[in-house]
């Protein structure tokens, strides 16, 4: 079945720090891959996304490549400031499981001005 | 636009009761999704729908979990006989069904709290 690892935490990090949280995959056919983000008391909101090999997505300062040949979706940003405190989720959908997502179980980052 | 609500925000009850969650979509979202969130820990899906069908239900933890959809409407999540393992975070989701792949939005969650 599908399923998603993602980085283990708590990740603790300086202002203006660099972010990576590595995320890999699996999956039958070709899912689109996204990264959710829930900040603290908040729902899940959508952060970015990728739909196929190759493609980034970005937002708000992050990024992540759609990697086929190592089936990763790590997520990263240059700069990260003490409001991106938050959990982290990479997740997908495979269009041959009905829709459905498979989520990893999240990486809480922490940043400490 | 309106998001996905979910109500109540926050429910504690007795070990044993029933309690009822209410999802509402945002309009026009075909798809609507039920997770839980275990305090800490990652989300566990539980049931999808396409319109009013569950065409995957294999999530629900056990026979005193079910769920309903109105249309393309509201979505309730039943629990019965509550037990203390079923204290957690129970999240909606919807989204655009069609032939590519859409993201889900996410309602704030049920906070479930059993005694």
């Known amino acids: 079945g599908d399923s998603v690892t993602q980085m283990e935490g708590p990740v603790t990090l300086s202002e203006e720090a660099f972010l990576t949280i590595n995320c890999t995959y699996t999956?039958?056919?070709?899912?689109?891959l996204f990264w959710y983000v829930q900040y603290p008391g908040e729902g899940l909101q959508l952060l970015l996304k990728?739909?196929?090999?190759?493609d980034k997505g970005s937002n708000k300062g992050f990024e992540a490549t759609y990697r086929k040949e190592t089936t990763s979706f790590h997520l990263e940003k240059g700069s990260v400031q003490v409001s991106d405190s938050a959990v982290y989720f990479c997740?997908?959908?495979?269009?041959?499981?009905?829709?459905?997502?498979?989520f990893g179980d999240g990486t809480t980052l922490t940043v400490k001005p | 636009g309106a998001g996905v609500s979910q109500s109540p925000s926050n429910k504690v009850t007795e070990k044993g009761k029933d309690v009822e969650l209410r999802c509402d979509p945002i309009s026009g979202h075909t798809a609507l999704y039920w997770y839980r969130q275990r305090l800490g820990q990652g989300l566990e899906f539980l049931i999808y729908?396409?319109?009013?069908?569950?065409?995957?239900k294999s999530g629900l933890p056990s026979d005193r979990f079910s769920a309903e959809r109105t249309g393309e409407s509201v979505s309730t999540l039943t629990i019965q006989r509550t037990q203390q393992e079923d204290s957690a975070v129970y999240l909606c989701a919807s989204s655009l069904a069609g032939t590519g792949v859409q993201p889900q939005h996410f309602g704030d969650g049920t906070r479930l709290s059993i005694l």
């Open positions: 729908f396409q319109g009013n069908s569950a065409p995957d």
């Open positions: 990728a739909t196929k090999a190759d």
């Open positions: 999956a039958t056919g070709y899912p689109s």
């Open positions: 997740a997908l959908i495979s269009p041959t499981n009905a829709g459905k997502s498979t």
